[in-house]
């Protein structure tokens, strides 16, 4: 079973900065195919898709992230990050990774709290 573990998260102002890492274990992201994504899930919302990056690096963004939040991988250390700038309180949220279209064999991790204080 694949098994991703976030970290990375914690307190920060508005316009301050953030490296969320993920790291991901029984899934090769060298030879994989899979498009994967960074999610958020603020107090009361639905889960959401805030950034995903395929197999050949091409990147997409949601718009309210778009600009601020830059998404990569590092397929030699099984490792997704997200770098988040100019941070908004509107942010807060506990992130996730998992692939693009989220799969039914990755379990969802704990997620790592990010808070945005106002």
């Avoid at 573990?5 to 790291?23: K, W």
């Avoid at 949220?93 to 799969?103: F, G, I, L, Q, R």
């Amino acid at each position: 079973q694949v098994s991703v573990v976030e970290s990375g998260g914690g307190l920060v102002q508005p316009g301050g900065s953030l490296t969320l890492s993920c790291v991901i274990s029984g899934m090769r992201l060298s030879s994989s195919l899979y498009v994967m994504g960074w999610y958020r899930q603020a107090p009361g919302k639905q889960r959401t898709l805030v950034a995903s990056i395929q197999s050949d690096g091409l990147v997409k963004y949601a718009e309210s992230v778009q600009g601020r939040f830059t998404i990569s991988q590092d397929k030699t250390m099984q490792t997704l990050y997200l770098q988040m700038n100019a941070l908004k309180p509107e942010d807060t949220a506990v992130y996730y990774c998992n692939t693009d279209p989220p799969s039914n064999f990755i379990k969802w991790g704990q997620g790592t709290q990010v808070t945005g204080s106002s």
